[in-house]
């Protein structure tokens, strides 16, 4: 009987090291027993015959976002220690795929059911960067010092050549004992966090809408100072997928795999002791229904990484939907894009308010076809009546584009007290003075700064000084150099060619434009959010006036105005301002002397967003396909009865149509092409 139970626990044995499929458990064991399985694979001996490839697990250059992922130990206390390498293809189930972006390897099946869109690496890429930073922070207050791959050499980038130049030389005046005396000594007061480890005194960190489990393998990969990850999903095999990818990058203790829903999970972690100190949410379509329960559940001085895709609705073509989802009318206009940015931080500001608490912007940008906030949300009563008078409505005039800010709340200062009271308005009249037309009212919106300057310098001057770190680091870094230099008490922006193009005239070059308001005495800068905007503190009748100017040396036909229209209105008046057009050197910025990556090109064919996951799979090119069907169907007319709609014409419902039971749509086409033939 001896005997028997050693063959047995030999072939157990036997069976464990060689991963028999009938050992594994299955994944949704995993997820609702809630334990970790960790499998340690064996080298067969086709792969004995392969020379052995090193592994680091520590850099995170773009030179390796096509290799292995480095796999390490998944206990806490030894994961810097490398472990046996694997095939990054092994346990691929039939028909997955494998998508390599950053340190992380991820498994996808082959069909739409879970979501995934390349496209976004920008995002991830920039999210990293903006919670390693925020960690920096964070951590250092708690005595912890984070150590990112590939900072040693790091340069700090400020918005001056000159100070670049005085850092440099006084860092190479620096003598080297010096430093290396400082370094010893802050890594002795200080708490080492590595990428990989897990920091007991770190961040405890929510994907509330996880999908692949991407995001947070790169976070945990990618982002030292972290205590635990959250990933959840509401669909069952996308958490399966997660704890199946978790589990393949090595990072199960760190990541831990949720199937819930996302508003209960952060609901549950209201209480000041489980609340996450970075909440990331990325849903496809409106994050507003996930907002309340953000605010919330993040601790205080946390994070909320908020993204929106549904800008159909936040820049103007469904105002009554964007209303009934963030509070918020929205109209179009040229600064449809910051003005989607302000919507979306009026209702994060206007949910905190509820909790007493308020918001304070990071960073937010207007990207691609999406737009992404990273605020810092906050706890204090005094401040929360400060909450009216950041909001102003719009008033935007639907013949030029002028537009006026009307702020909700009015604040005075008396000593050490604040006084609060109803603004007055409107600051316009019925009809805009300069063309005429009749005005819409858009908003509230936040009227505040977008950005916190301080912090986006040291997002900069990381990424700029780890450039190998992020594969979009070019583009994170003109970027962010184009928020470092918008005016930031300066809400919305005008758009040079529609200037012009109101009034049917060439168009002026940009650096003369931005010349003639600095030589006016107005600032001017350029926004992230529109290649030709104009972001300036001067009123509409000085933009007008300097387009007058233009117009005198660039005639339009006056004959061919309508006398009521905006451009006959604007040029049939005077200008009260001579500009001058010639060029100055500090109308020229920064970011564009440096030929920085600031607006790149399609990235490549059918970029936009991509078809919603489906929960019985589906293939994604069925929306490219239908796209490509109905490509200018109203530029091309139809000459083939058969691709003609069959359904009954308006006369068939009012009973008046002659062809009764036979009625389709296009019939009418039919008796034309009938009667060109009997012709």
């Known amino acids: 009987m001896l005997v028997r139970s050693a063959r047995q626990v030999s072939l157990a044995a036997l069976r464990f090291s060689l991963l028999l499929p009938k050992e594994r458990p299955s994944f949704s064991q995993i997820l609702t027993t809630g334990h970790i399985c960790v499998f340690k694979t064996f080298r067969t001996m086709d792969s004995k015959k392969q020379p052995e490839e090193s592994q680091d697990t520590t850099s995170a250059g773009a030179d390796n976002v096509t290799t292995a992922v480095p796999m390490g130990n998944t206990n806490p206390s030894s994961s810097t220690e490398p472990s046996q390498n694997s095939s990054t293809e092994s346990g691929l189930l039939p028909g997955e795929t494998v998508v390599r972006e950053g340190k992380a390897t991820i498994l996808f099946p082959s069909a739409n059911e879970v979501f995934y869109n390349p496209v976004q690496e920008f995002n991830r890429d920039l999210t990293c960067a903006v919670i390693t930073e925020f960690a920096r922070e964070q951590l250092a207050q708690r005595g912890v010092r984070i150590l990112v791959p590939g900072e040693k050499d790091r340069v700090v980038v400020h918005l001056s050549e000159e100070k670049n130049g005085n850092a440099d030389e006084e860092a190479l005046e620096k003598p080297e004992n010096e430093q290396e005396k400082a370094e010893e000594s802050a890594e002795k007061e200080y708490i080492t966090a590595a990428v990989g480890e897990r920091c007991e005194q770190g961040l405890r960190v929510l994907e509330g809408l996880s999908a692949s489990g991407l995001r947070s393998v790169r976070f945990a990969l990618e982002v030292p100072g972290l205590k635990n990850i959250t990933a959840n999903d509401y669909s069952a095999k996308a958490a399966a997928l997660i704890a199946r990818n978790a589990e393949h990058n090595n990072v199960s203790h760190i990541l831990q795999a949720s199937q819930r829903d996302a508003s209960m999970v952060m609901y549950e972690a209201k209480g000041r002791k489980e609340r996450y100190d970075v909440i990331d949410l ?110 102003a409505l719009v008033y935007n005039c639907v013949g030029c584009g002028a537009f006026h800010l009307q702020r909700m709340g009015k604040r005075t200062s008396q000593g050490k007290h604040m006084k609060y009271s109803a603004a007055t308005g409107p600051p316009v009249g019925s009809n805009c003075e300069h063309c005429g037309q009749r005005h819409q009212l858009g908003g509230p919106i936040w009227a505040e700064p977008l950005h916190d300057i301080t912090f986006v310098q040291k997002v900069l001057g990381a990424v700029s000084g780890n450039p190998t770190r992020f594969r979009t680091s070019k583009r994170i870094e003109g970027v962010l150099s184009m928020v470092t230099e918008e005016l930031r008490d300066v809400p919305l922006y005008y758009v040079l060619d529609h200037l012009s193009s109101t009034v049917h005239c060439n168009t002026p070059p940009m650096l003369q434009f931005r010349s003639a308001l600095l030589h006016a005495g107005h600032r001017v800068s350029l926004s992230h959010a529109c290649k030709n905007a104009v972001k300036t503190d001067a009123p509409a009748g000085v933009l007008w006036d300097i387009i007058r100017c233009w117009e005198k040396s660039n005639p339009v036909k006056r004959e061919r105005l309508s006398e009521t229209s905006p451009a006959h209105r604007i040029l049939s008046t005077e200008p009260t301002l001579q500009a001058c057009f010639e060029i100055r050197e500090d109308a020229n910025p920064q970011s564009r002397k440096r030929h920085l990556t600031r607006f790149q090109e399609n990235p490549q064919a059918n970029w936009g967003p991509k078809a919603r996951a489906k929960a019985g799979g589906g293939m994604s090119s069925e929306l ?47 008796q034309g092409a009938i009667e060109d033939k009997m012709e």
């Open 624 to 670: 490219e396909d239908k796209r490509k069907h109905f490509q200018g169907k109203r530029k091309q007319p139809i000459t083939d009865s058969s691709q003609l709609k069959n359904f009954p014409c308006k006369k068939f419902r009012k009973g008046t149509c002659t062809h009764g039971e036979k009625c389709c749509y296009s019939h009418e086409f039919e």
């Open 282 to 391: 990325d849903p496809y379509g409106s994050p507003s229904s996930f907002l309340d329960a953000a605010v919330q559940a993040v601790s205080e001085g946390g994070l909320l990484c908020i993204t929106c895709t549904d800008m159909a609705v936040m820049a103007g073509n469904s105002g009554e939907t964007c209303y009934s989802k963030y509070g918020s009318m929205s109209i179009k206009s040229k600064y449809c894009h910051e003005m989607a940015l302000r919507i979306i931080l009026h209702s994060l500001d206007q949910k905190a308010a509820v909790y007493q608490r308020y918001i304070e912007p990071l960073l937010s940008v207007s990207v691609d076809f999406y737009i992404r906030v990273f605020v810092r949300v906050r706890t204090g009563q005094a401040m929360v009546k400060n909450s009216a008078s950041k909001q």
